[in-house]
């Protein structure tokens, strides 16, 4: 899933501050399992501006609204009878959102309430993990199911550099090292072989390195 | 012979060598770097340039490298992976041959979030194994990435860093013999203070046949001070300093710990030399080059070999 988290108040209101009124439009898919923009996110969002508003004694009409899925077409539709009442519509979706709901509502200034951070996991309640970059070649096969390319600070293919000290990267403690997990997990299941090998350069013109990509499927297409 | 460098034809004729480094300024004042190198001069058998090390801008270690090359040392130009993507990394090898500079050390480098621009994108078009391995296809087979050929392939004597002392321990040696295997001629360490590790580290690499096939030159660093030894054991990544080689450093009054740090540098290259498969020295004097010549000769290693 994608993973993000809210904007500072103040950040949001820089840019929404000149409209007597907002639509404010959560997303209740990725960005609600990592609580930045889901249904509860998208009210508290609501409340909170409405409140900071009413105190500066401001007259505005702020809206909460939530879809399903703010990046599938059919589902922004959802929002379109409430769109001509407001001034700018504010997205808690992620970046995708963000811009699907400018493609559709082409006449409306659209603002992102978030930072879009990763695509990752929820390895525990309140941690998430970024754990894919969207190479374009997965190579998880031969690294245990653990990316070089996103678990490791330097991307390295043929690591460990040689700054990893107790598992933890030299970019931060905090990190643990990508390829301490690689090994120690291809270490339990046997096959530390698959590592002995040289791994040539990455082809990252399947990556964002190609240009923004874009897939279309004439069996998908209505 | 593979290469017109001064380093290979040391190895080759079985001495042991000795390199020193040379950090380029912070600007473009040459004779600072020129300072630095005369020190050098005629003590050691080349001299590392850094290229822009822990990720704080420097001059161009190319350019450093040439201006050291025009002073008669024997430059071995350092490149990391970080700032440059596979296009630049190949243009400058080729700029570089050009300039007369034979001898390479593929390096990925310290991340970005060391240096003085954290906030710039970290290139890592390539790692080190495969930036060695493209300087090896460059010079044997006269092509660059992709297959294309050269006109004039630069022909490097090729080098890699490696660190014993890094995580996980165990897999240290499996990434030297992908450095021999990617085509690395010769290895430069970390910097050594627990001999004892390292003498273990030679003994796996020797007994995998590593140190027939690859010249490993031991890396010493004179600590100037009680204060530094502490500082890089805690924020230099991958650096494992003994707490009692702190402590012997330590135990000494302020104005001597300078020469306490040489004189564990002397013991340490004392000791390298002797164990099996080390090649030579890299003496990373880091802003001390003044004190490379005394060093080297209390060493017994300052006088160097014609080839």
Redesign the interface.
């Known amino acids: 899933m994608i993973v993000a988290e809210l904007k500072t108040i103040e950040e949001i209101r820089r840019m929404i501050d000149r409209y007597d009124s907002v639509l404010v439009v959560g997303c209740d898919s990725c960005v609600a399992e990592c609580a930045a923009g889901g249904q509860r996110e998208t009210m508290l969002l609501g409340a909170a501006l409405r409140l900071a508003y009413r105190k500066e004694g401001q007259d505005r009409t702020i809206t909460d609204a939530c879809l399903d899925r703010q990046c599938v077409d059919d589902f922004i539709q959802g929002i379109a009878h409430q769109v001509p009442e407001h001034d700018a519509i504010l997205s808690l979706g992620c970046g995708a959102g963000v811009q699907a709901l400018a493609r559709v509502y082409q006449d409306k200034p659209i603002f992102p309430a978030l930072d879009t951070l990763f695509i990752g996991e929820t390895e525990m309640r309140g941690v998430w993990q970024e754990n894919c970059l969207g190479c374009g070649q997965c190579k998880l096969g031969w690294f245990g199911a653990v990316c070089p390319v996103t678990r490791c600070?330097?991307?390295?293919?043929?690591?460990?550099?040689?700054?990893?000290?107790?598992?933890r990267c030299?970019?931060?403690p905090d990190i643990p090292?990508g390829?301490?997990i690689i090994?120690?997990r291809l270490e339990s299941l046997g096959e530390l072989d698959r590592?002995?090998e040289?791994?040539?350069?990455?082809n990252?013109s399947t990556s964002h390195a190609g240009g923004p990509r874009r897939v279309e499927r004439e069996d998908q297409k209505p | 012979m593979k290469t017109e460098s001064r380093l290979e034809k040391v190895l080759r004729a079985g001495h042991f060598a000795v390199t020193a480094e040379c950090g380029p300024p912070k600007g473009s004042d040459a004779s600072i770097l020129q300072t630095k190198g005369k020190h050098l001069l005629g003590c050691v058998d080349a001299v590392n340039v850094t290229d822009n090390q822990t990720a704080i801008v420097r001059m161009s270690s190319v350019a450093a490298c040439s201006i050291l090359k025009n002073m008669g040392l024997e430059p071995i130009l350092q490149m990391v992976t970080r700032d440059r993507n596979r296009i630049a990394l190949q243009s400058d090898l080729f700029g570089a041959y050009a300039l007369g500079i034979n001898n390479v050390l593929c390096l990925t480098g310290d991340h970005q979030s060391f240096g003085n621009q954290k906030e710039c994108v970290g290139v890592f078009d390539l790692d080190s194994i495969q930036f060695a391995r493209t300087v090896k296809e460059m010079r044997d087979n006269g092509t660059i990435i992709g297959g294309e050929a050269i006109q004039g392939p630069p022909k490097f004597f090729i080098g890699a860093a490696a660190n014993p002392f890094a995580d996980p321990v165990n897999w240290r040696v499996v990434r030297l013999a992908k450095k021999v295997d990617a085509g690395v001629d010769f290895i430069q360490t970390q910097c050594i203070f627990n001999i004892d590790r390292f003498e273990e580290y030679m003994r796996q690499a020797t007994d995998r046949g590593l140190t027939d096939k690859v010249d490993i030159l031991a890396g010493v660093t004179p600590l100037k001070s009680a204060g530094m030894a502490r500082y890089m054991a805690k924020n230099v990544a991958g650096m494992d300093i003994p707490e009692a080689l702190i402590e012997r450093i330590a135990g000494v009054p302020k104005e001597r710990q300078a020469s306490e740090g040489i004189q564990i540098a002397i013991e340490t290259m004392q000791r390298a030399r002797e164990i099996p498969g080390v090649k030579g020295i890299h003496l990373m004097a880091i802003e001390w080059e003044d004190r490379v010549p005394e060093i080297l000769k209390a060493a017994g290693l300052h006088e160097r070999p014609e080839v």
């Open positions: 600070s330097k991307k390295l293919m043929n690591g460990p550099c040689g700054g990893s000290v107790q598992g030299e970019v931060n090292c390829w301490q090994i120690n590592l002995g040289y791994v040539p350069p990455v990252w």
